[in-house]
């Protein structure tokens, strides 16, 4: 039997693109817009799967890439697959691997058939294909799989970009003919770098192939905010309406409102615990270092009106402490906390948007850049 993946548009905003849904999938349903946490490795960074679903997590991110190298497909499918796996019942977006291999620059070569590039681990070649990159995908069993792309770097040169974009397109053809599983929902990549004219006709060609749903990638690689702005706000209505549109790499409260505005759905980064194993917190938009002497002795939570778990439980004080100390704790309660904070951001803007208050209440974070006399970042890194 087919398995069934819909996604339903509740409401739209009236002043802008917004819109609130739900992406239905095999292993539940994810409310729009959602920040999703990231798990590389089969674990969102020191936190139990318990844990991770007390922040209100509906949808995490595996990587193939990584998943391939270490422990290997092979022996997910023996663990029951991915979900079984890690203990997450929830639905799961595989990346494919695409962005990781394309940043080893000095260890791999494209080709037309695929890319070959030396393992960091133990040094042997692999050869990931499109038709390898969905096999191996296939085998951990995700509920959304995605498509290997070629992710041009920023800068690049437009000939490159244009190349990348083209064979992305001829990639994503094979990884339709490669896929085997009906219980996983294929997603196609608009490359195009900096180029709106690319993206335009990348996401039209896209659009044609009635896809389950479609990401916008190669942004967030380098370029100012104001031109992942402008790429995202072109993009993304050119993606079909009846579809989920997922932003990659992208979380922060600015980049996700603007795209949010845009019309897209999802969206997924690792800064919520690579800053918390910086000893960064985010609080409302901004990034506190807790190393820093003024919260050595102040008693109050991180947020009064967070509900995440250490919010409710412990101080700035006993949070600079841990910091500093470098315990293993700290890097626990900060990413649950930053966790948290994505997805109540992304929770309070769908309850906007179904009021369709969302043009009116997240104002202050519509332009690419901060006006002037707005607070930015607090004792930030």
């Known amino acids: 039997m087919k398995a069934k993946f819909s996604f339903q548009r509740l409401t739209s905003c009236s002043q802008t693109k917004a819109r609130a849904g739900i992406f239905l999938t095999p292993h539940g349903p994810v409310e729009t817009p959602r920040f999703m946490p990231v798990g590389t490795l089969a674990n969102v960074k020191t936190l139990t799967p318990a844990q991770l679903r007390d922040t209100e997590a509906q949808m995490i991110l595996c990587n193939t890439y990584h998943l391939h190298l270490q422990p290997g497909e092979g022996i997910v499918a023996g663990g029951g697959g991915l979900h079984k796996f890690m203990g997450w019942n929830g639905p799961i977006l595989t990346d494919s691997g695409g962005f990781q291999v394309f940043s080893l620059s000095e260890m791999r070569k494209i080709s037309e058939e695929g890319v070959t590039f030396r393992s960091p681990h133990d040094g042997r070649i692999i050869n990931l294909t499109p038709e390898r990159s969905i096999e191996i995908q296939n085998i951990l069993g995700a509920d959304v799989i995605m498509a290997f792309d070629e992710c041009p770097p920023y800068p690049a040169t437009r000939e490159d970009v244009e190349a990348a974009t083209l064979r992305t397109y001829r990639w994503l053809e094979r990884c339709i003919a490669a896929h085997q599983r009906s219980d996983q929902a294929l997603f196609g990549i608009v490359q195009g770098g900096v180029h709106l004219d690319l993206r335009a006709s990348a996401a039209v060609a896209l659009a044609q192939l009635e896809l389950p749903g479609y990401a916008i990638g190669g942004v967030s690689v380098g370029e100012p905010p104001e031109l992942i702005a402008k790429i995202v706000e072109a993009t993304a209505p050119l993606l079909p309406p009846e579809k989920p549109r997922y932003l990659m790499g992208v979380g922060t409260y600015r980049e996700m409102a603007i795209a949010i505005a845009s019309g897209v759905d999802l969206f997924d980064c690792v800064i919520p615990t690579r800053w918390a194993r910086h000893g960064t917190a985010m609080v409302q938009g901004e990034r506190w270092n807790l190393k820093n ?26 949070l600079s402490h841990l910091v500093r ?6 890097y626990t309660l900060l990413s649950i ?10 929770q309070r803007i769908r309850e906007a948007i179904l009021e369709d208050q969302f043009a009116t209440k997240f104002a202050q974070w519509l332009t690419p850049t901060p006006q002037s006399g707005e607070t930015v970042s607090r004792n930030s890194l």
């Open 337 to 346: 906390h930053n966790i948290t904070e994505l997805i109540r951001f992304t």
């Open 293 to 318: 002497a003024q919260f050595r002795e102040d008693f109050t939570p991180l947020d009064e009106t967070c509900p995440c778990y250490t919010c409710q439980n412990f101080s700035r004080a006993y």
């Open 325 to 330: 100390s470098q315990e293993i704790l700290a």
